[in-house]
């Protein structure tokens, strides 16, 4: 979840930084007696989504590196660390150089936009890592089960409860013990 949580706020994050790029670069050569209100508003519209979608990538990548952390030391890090955490570094600091070294619009436009392709391909890099040894032979909940013909994605339980699953004596010895010893005192 948090894998696709970061990559949706990733992918939302550079189309919001080429749309700023085009509306930027449109305004450039405009004359002055443009349309105040309407440029107001639009660029207004695209810093809030903008400032969303870069409060979305801090909090997602934040528990995004939390769960991988935790994750990683249950099934053994490599040495190296995983490509995810390279990919959030490598976000970060072209993320800081699109805003510290002058340069163009659509150059400033492309260094956060490749940000953006590098922490996605490190996340999901990392969540292949995860899933191929976590349980390389048992599909993800998410795989089994669809919301169209029952059943929750994030729970491995059956779409549909049936007999054997309230039967309490085929699952737990301790009631079965109580159940033959109620059976054996009405007798």
């Known amino acids: 979840m948090a894998t ?17 790029a085009v509306f930027t670069d449109t305004l450039r050569n405009r004359p002055q007696t443009l349309h ?18 870069v409060l979305g990538i801090v909090i997602t990548v934040v528990y995004w590196i939390w769960v991988a952390i935790r994750q990683t030391r249950e099934h053994g890090a490599p040495a190296y660390g995983h490509l995810g955490f390279w990919g959030v570094g490598a976000f970060l600091v072209l993320f800081v150089l699109g805003y510290v070294v002058p340069a163009g619009v659509y150059v400033t436009a492309a260094e956060r936009v490749l940000a953006s392709a590098l ?3 490190g996340v999901l890099h990392t969540r292949a890592w995860l899933r191929r040894r976590s349980d390389p032979g048992r599909p993800y909940a998410a795989d ?12 491995p339980l059956a779409a549909q409860p049936t007999a054997e ?16 010893r109620r059976r054996n005192r009405d007798r």
């Open 144 to 155: 089994r089960y669809s919301l169209v013909t029952g059943g929750d994605a994030a729970s």
């Open 4 to 20: 696709r949580r970061v990559v949706g706020f990733a992918v939302a994050y550079a189309v919001v930084v080429l749309a700023a």
């Open 165 to 180: 699953d309230w039967n309490a004596s085929l699952w737990d010895p301790d009631v079965l013990a109580d159940i033959e």
């Open 119 to 121: 922490l996605i391909a």
């Open 36 to 53: 105040a209100t309407a440029v107001t508003i639009a660029g207004l519209f695209i810093g809030l989504i903008g400032l969303a979608t």
